[in-house]
Each structure stands twice: as structure tokens, then as C-alpha cells.
């Protein structure tokens, strides 16, 4: 099967959409099907790192995107990936005109090679912008298209930040969403809103996949744990996130411990300001800020890492809290989607109430003076993460979603 993946965000560009657009791709590309990725290139001031702009894949050469679409004799990648200039500025976040200029330069680059819409499906990650391309694709050349949610896009997911954006788009994302074959998220809280705001003639295209792990790179290893209690938060330094949570429960939390550390990995707009706050509170020798770390260091964070906090205001379904959890990690979270589907309470995590820093510094302190007698993750709970939470049976799962559309249109 030839297929084509839409998504502006794409490692290291972006947070975890991009990060399942990889493993998804990378799986489905393994399987024996022809994937080619058309993602965002930066300008080579922010990353310095040649693969990110032109044409990218598995020991590749770097050539333009042109070049390489007219040329039928150059070498096939698997996955093979395409980063387009738009006008995005930063690695970790984006905003509606750097959307819109992505939107714009992916049509221009496919109007431009005719010949590139040669694929059996499309497969759009986010609604906006690449829902959009995928519609305009099914429009103009009929090729058939799904769709994946990462839980902020479907109006009305966290109203604090997201209202205006959801009200200005209201319809668009409704027009993108109602022509998908198929609309895939990742959780049933994210099910339920997306049915919601679709209308019951919609729901049965609107199907659950959750997430993976990468099971063979993430699993524990505790003797790289510490004597001294580490404590990990893992994500983009921003208000969806709510790492300021984090910090005022930690700066509570020290008032009665103070043999730990705490690992910060991530980057954001909050970054300053929470740089400001541990200073102020004197936590500056306890806290280190890793900033955003490749993924073979991510392992070695999470197996040295006794406990993970997650105080998300919204998710889709977090990778980096499957992720810690495939390694052994215990996880302090919000109710926020997805969480609820991988925490078994008391056993491999438990729960705090929204932008409760009380809360959670209590539960830290609780597990401090316990987490030398508690049970790494039970076996049965790594087996379950190892046989069904795996990237290559999440990506079979695609995949036979994808045959059904096609036959179904014969």
C-alpha cells in the first residue's frame, strides 16, 4: 500500500504528535507499504542539522523535495520524508499563520508535482493543517483520507487556551472532520467529544486507536536508579502542561524533604518564568533543566527516575507517560484524557486534582517516605504495555482500518 502522512509537526519538530507520527510511520513503512512523509522544515538558524530541510530517510543523501519527486530513478526511502519551508519559528510550539503558510506551501509543492498524488490513501495527523491538505487532496484528485486528533483541535478541549482558536475554526475543522473517511483518537474521553460535536450520524467513523510504546528501546532497568528520590516531568514547557503546578508543589514539598532531584525535560514559552520561580525559592541546586534531549537519553531519564508528574490541564494520550510507565516509573497525574486508560491506582500511579499544588505535594511526600518499599510496575501491567500498547500492533491496528476503507470503495 502506498501511503501519504500529513503532519506539520515531525522530529524533532513538535511535541508527541510528532513523535506518533514517526512511530506510526516507521511501523506501517516496516509492514511492506511505501509511506512518504510531507512535514515542516525550519530554518536552519533554529536546528543545525542538514537532514531537516529537503528530503530525508533511512541513510539518506539530501536532495531538494523536487528533485526527488521528478526523479524516478533515485533511490526509494521507507519512510521517506519531505520537510517544506513555511514561516514556523520555534521547534516546540506554532501558531495559526505558520499553520496557514504550511497549508499553502504543501498545495503549491503538490500542484507542482502532479505526478506525487500517486498514493492508495492519505493519512492526516492534526485536523488543522493537515486535515485541510488531506480534504483538498480528496477534493481535487479523490484520494480517500483519515485523520488523527491529538486532543487539542476538536472544539471545545481546554476553553481556557484554546476558545477563540476553536470558535474562529469552528466550522472548518467540522467541514475537515465531516469528510474524513475515518476520524482516529486515541482515547474515550476524546471519543465522546469528538461524537459530541460531530452529531450521532458521525459516530461510528469516529474510531479509538491509543497510542504505543517503542517497548523494545523503554523498559526498566532500575539499578540505574539513584539512592537519592528522582523526580521527572517530561513535556513542553507551556500552560497546556501546567508545570507551574509542579513547581509550587515541589517548592511545599521541600519544606520537608530535601534529599531529591528533580529532572526537567522539555522546552517552552514558561521556561524563564519557571527558571525565575526555582530561584526564588531556593530549589536551584535541586532542579535541572535538560531542555529537549534525544530519545536515546529519554531512556536513561525514565530508568533513573524513581517517580513521574504529569499535572496536565489536557492530553490526547501521552506518550512520554507510556513511555515512563514501560520503564517502571510510578505516575503522579491529572484526570486529563488518556491517563485514566493507563493508571491502575496505587499500583503503577495515582491521581491529583487540577492545579492542586497541594495536593500534589502531598502525594510526593507520601511517596518519598514509602518509595523505597514500593513494587516496581507488576509484570502482568509491563506485559499488557508489551503485547497491546506496542507501536507495531497500534500500527496493524491502522492498517487494517485503511484495507477496510479500500475495499469498501471497490
Not at 39 to 49: M, V
Not at 90 to 117: C, D, H, Y
Not at 362 to 383: A, C, N, S
Request: net charge positive; glycine share 8%; charged share 20%.
Amino acid at each position: 500500500m502506498k501511503i501519504l502522512v500529513l503532519s506539520y509537526e515531525y522530529p524533532p519538530i513538535g511535541g508527541g504528535g510528532g513523535i506518533i507520527c514517526k512511530y506510526i510511520s516507521e511501523n506501517l513503512a516496516k509492514s511492506g507499504n511505501q509511506v512518504t512523509i510531507l512535514t515542516t522544515a525550519l530554518p536552519r538558524s533554529e536546528i543545525h542539522n542538514s537532514t531537516l530541510n529537503g528530503v530525508e530517510g533511512p541513510q539518506s543523501a539530501i536532495r531538494s523535495p523536487r528533485s526527488t519527486v521528478r526523479n524516478p530513478q533515485s533511490e526509494i526511502l521507507n519512510p521517506q520524508v519531505i520537510r517544506l519551508p513555511s514561516l514556523r519559528k520555534n521547534a516546540f510550539q506554532s501558531n495559526p499563520w505558520e499553520m496557514l503558510s504550511w497549508i499553502r506551501t504543501t498545495k503549491r509543492f503538490i500542484r507542482k508535482n502532479p505526478g506525487f498524488v500517486d498514493f492508495d490513501i492519505c493519512m492526516a495527523h492534526f485536523v488543522l493543517p493537515g486535515g485541510e491538505v488531506a480534504r483538498w487532496l480528496k477534493m481535487k484528485y479523490g484520494l480517500p483520507y483519515v485523520q488523527v486528533s491529538h486532543g487539542h483541535e476538536i472544539p471545545w478541549v481546554h476553553p481556557r487556551q484554546m476558545f477563540f482558536l476553536h470558535l474562529g475554526a469552528y466550522f472548518w475543522i467540522k467541514k475537515v472532520s465531516m469528510h474524513s473517511d475515518i476520524n482516529f483518537i486515541q482515547t474515550k474521553m476524546m471519543k465522546a467529544n469528538l461524537d459530541r460535536f460531530l452529531g450521532k450520524n458521525h459516530e461510528k467513523k469516529n474510531v479509538i486507536i491509543p497510542n504505543g510504546v517503542d517497548t523494545s528501546r523503554f523498559f526498566p532497568d532500575f539499578s540505574k536508579r539513584p539512592q537519592q528520590l528522582r523526580i521527572l516531568f517530561v513535556g513542553r514547557l507551556v500552560i497546556q502542561k501546567d508545570p507551574m503546578t509542579f513547581l509550587k508543589a515541589l517548592k511545599v514539598f521541600s519544606q520537608e524533604i530535601t534529599d531529591f532531584e528533580v529532572h526537567i525535560v522539555g522546552d517552552g514559552s514558561l521556561r524563564k518564568k519557571m527558571e525565575r520561580f526555582m530561584e526564588k525559592a531556593g530549589l536551584s541546586p535541586n532542579v535541572k533543566f535538560l531542555g529537549k534531549i534525544a530519545e536515546e537519553k529519554m531512556v536513561e531519564e525514565y530508568q533513573s527516575a524513581h517517580v513521574m508528574v504529569a499535572p496536565s490541564l489536557n492530553e490526547g494520550m501521552s506518550i512520554s507517560a507510556l513511555e515512563a510507565l514501560s520503564c517502571g516509573v510510578y505516575l503522579i497525574s491529572t484526570r486529563a484524557s488518556g491517563f485514566e486508560e493507563m493508571i491502575k491506582e496505587g499500583v503503577n500511579g495515582e491521581f491529583v486534582n487540577f492545579r492542586d499544588s497541594k495536593d500534589l505535594s502531598g502525594r510526593l511526600i507520601e511517596f518519598y517516605l514509602q518509595y523505597r518499599g514500593k513494587k516496581p510496575v507488576p509484570e502482568t501491567d509491563l506485559g499488557q504495555i508489551s503485547n497491546t500498547l506496542n507501536w507495531r500492533s497500534i500500527s496493524q491496528n491502522y492498517l487494517a482500518q485503511f484495507n477496510f476503507i479500500l475495499n469498501d470503495s471497490e
